[in-house]
C-alpha cells in the first residue's frame, strides 16, 4: 500500500505536463471572452504554474509543455495590452499569432 503513492518525479511529471495541455487546450476555447475575463483567465495562468510546481523540482524541468503555458499566457497578456491600448475598438492582431502558437505547441507536445 505504501507503494501506491509515490513521489518518483518520472510518476509525477506526466501529470503534471496533462495538466497543463489540458489548461491549455481550454483556456484556448473560451468565448466569448470580455476583459475582466481575459484578465482573469491570465491570472488563472500564474496559479497554474504556482499549481504545478510541488510536481516536480522546477516548473522548467516539463520543458515543451512548460513553454507552451508560459507562451500562451504571455500573448494573452498581450492580447489585453493590446486591446486595453486600442480600447476594443478593433480586433486585435495578436489573436492569430496566439492560436499558430497553441496549435504548434501542441502538435511538438504530442
Known amino acids: 500500500m505504501s507503494g501506491a503513492l509515490t513521489t518518483d518525479p518520472?510518476?509525477?511529471k506526466p501529470i503534471a505536463c496533462?495538466?497543463?495541455?489540458?489548461?491549455v487546450r481550454h483556456a484556448s476555447l473560451i468565448r466569448p471572452l470580455g476583459e475582466g475575463g481575459k484578465m482573469r483567465?491570465?491570472?488563472?495562468?500564474a496559479?497554474?504554474?504556482?499549481?504545478?510546481?510541488?510536481?516536480c523540482r522546477k516548473v522548467s524541468?516539463?520543458?515543451?509543455?512548460?513553454k507552451l503555458l508560459k507562451a500562451f499566457r504571455g500573448a494573452l497578456e498581450g492580447y489585453v495590452n493590446q486591446m486595453k491600448s486600442r480600447q476594443a475598438r478593433e480586433f486585435a492582431e495578436i489573436y492569430p499569432i496566439m492560436l499558430d502558437?497553441?496549435?504548434?505547441?501542441?502538435?511538438s507536445c504530442s
Do not use: T, W
Open 61 to 66: 524541468d516539463l520543458g515543451n509543455h512548460y
Open 18 to 23: 496533462r495538466c497543463v495541455e489540458l489548461f
Open 47 to 55: 496559479q497554474m504554474e504556482l499549481a504545478i510546481s510541488p510536481f
Open 10 to 12: 518520472f510518476h509525477i
Open 41 to 45: 483567465l491570465a491570472a488563472d495562468f
Open 101 to 107: 502558437l497553441l496549435q504548434k505547441g501542441l502538435q
